[in-house]
């Protein structure tokens, strides 16, 4: 593993640079997990063929820095990420984010401009809002998230036999988390949606087959964006169903 020292944060941002060929592709994970968890298998899979890929682990997350000073904002991660993937990687470069790293992906694309030739999306925060876990932990204060909310999140977690979030969440930095949630509650102007309707390159936005129906279908279809769906997998693509997920990619970056 690498560490890439921004200077917007001032801290450390880890990584996996996993060598290959092409274009490489940049993993972006969600709220509360870790790309060095959640997609090694992946970027490794057979069906992608040895593409080069760079598992990015967000700053509070994973074996990266937790700095007390930083925003956590989906655009300050999107910010240091622009930093790290100017610094390391020279050509055209293709971005993967699920979820909070969907919308990550989606301003960073913004930033890196011509630099990207691919954006690819799994069940990606669009609007403001959040999902379930982003709008039961910003309801909290972040001291009350911090002291007591964080742990019952994650004992939650377990109950309903989400093993493998669990163990990221409890691993990552609860003041990050809080941070990030607020964020996605929050929003943005332009909006998520609104910056990816704009952007002019190829765009996939993979979802899950038990996320059926989807109010985003026919309306990303209406912007030529391609949806793509993975069978036997909800929200937690990676985890149930990691062939599925890396054979959309595949179909994504061809």
Do not use: Q
């Not at 709220?31 to 080069?52: E, F, M, P």
């Not at 967000?58 to 990420?81: E, M």
């Not at 990221?168 to 990050?176: H, K, T, V």
């Not at 390159?201 to 030529?224: A, F, Y």
Request: proline share 4%; charged share 20%.
């Amino acid at each position: 593993m690498k560490a890439f020292r921004t200077n917007s944060a001032a801290a450390n941002i880890a990584y996996y640079d996993v060598s290959g060929h092409d274009a490489a592709v940049v993993y972006i994970h969600g709220l509360g997990c870790a790309s060095s968890a959640d997609y090694a298998g992946i970027a490794g899979a057979n069906v992608l063929g040895g593409r080069r890929a760079i598992l990015v682990d967000l700053l509070g997350s994973g074996f990266s820095d937790r700095p007390t000073r930083f925003s956590y904002s989906v655009d300050d991660h999107a910010r240091a990420l622009a930093e790290l993937v100017e610094a390391v990687l020279a050509g055209p470069v293709n971005l993967f984010g699920h979820s909070m790293g969907g919308a990550i992906a989606i301003v960073l694309a913004g930033i890196l401009g011509t630099h990207v030739e691919r954006l690819i999306l799994s069940e990606p925060n669009l609007d403001p809002g959040g999902g379930a876990f982003s709008r039961r932990i910003a309801a909290l204060s972040e001291w009350d998230y911090v002291a007591r909310g964080h742990y019952e999140l994650v004992d939650a977690a377990k109950a309903e036999g989400n093993m493998i979030w669990a163990a990221s969440l409890a691993g990552s930095a609860p003041f990050a988390v809080y941070r990030e949630a607020s964020s996605l509650v929050a929003g943005c102007k332009p909006t998520w949606r609104e910056r990816l309707y704009d952007l002019r390159l190829p765009r996939t936005v993979i979802l899950g087959e038990n996320s059926l129906p989807h109010v985003d279908v026919d309306e990303l279809l209406r912007h030529d964006i391609r949806v793509d769906i993975v069978p036997r997998a909800g929200h937690s693509l990676a985890s149930e169903n990691p062939d599925g997920l890396a054979t959309a990619l595949h179909r994504a970056l061809a």
